[in-house]
């Protein structure tokens, strides 16, 4: 059974930085598609960064240069490295997986079949 487990969210202040974990359990990441999915309040949770199986990364234009995503297959770990923390950065932030290459952009929750429970980043100002 595929599992995921955020980790790493807490409360900063803008400038900032922090780095998220999700640890993936049941399969190994080194053949799986993962993405992170940040729901701010009261917006639909989007996808911000992908990594694919042969670690090629995609973001949205939106977090290009601030957004860093990783993997350490080694552990079985996604790390997102969130530089320049904003306050629009507060949401809580999901950890997502796929076994199929993601059909479209690799940001779209449709894409991706297994959820973490999400971590929660307040950005204050």
């Known amino acids: 059974q595929v599992q995921l487990v955020e980790s790493g969210g807490g409360s900063v202040q803008a400038g900032g930085s922090l780095r998220l974990s999700c640890l993936l359990s049941?399969?190994?990441?080194?053949?799986?598609?993962m993405a992170w999915f940040p729901k701010a309040p009261g917006k639909e949770r989007e996808g911000v960064a992908a990594i694919d199986t042969d670690g090629k990364t995609t973001y949205a234009e939106a977090v290009k240069g601030r957004f860093t995503i990783s993997k350490d297959n080694a552990k079985n770990t996604l790390y997102l490295q969130i530089n320049n923390l904003k306050p629009e950065d507060t949401a809580t932030y999901y950890c997502?997986?796929?076994?199929?290459?993601?059909?479209?952009?690799?940001?779209?929750?449709?894409?991706?079949?297994?959820w973490g429970q999400g971590t929660h980043v307040t950005v204050s100002s």
């Open positions: 997502a997986a796929a076994h199929a290459r993601p059909s479209w952009s690799g940001l779209l929750e449709w894409e991706y079949k297994y």
């Open positions: 049941g399969y190994t990441s080194s053949n799986t598609y």
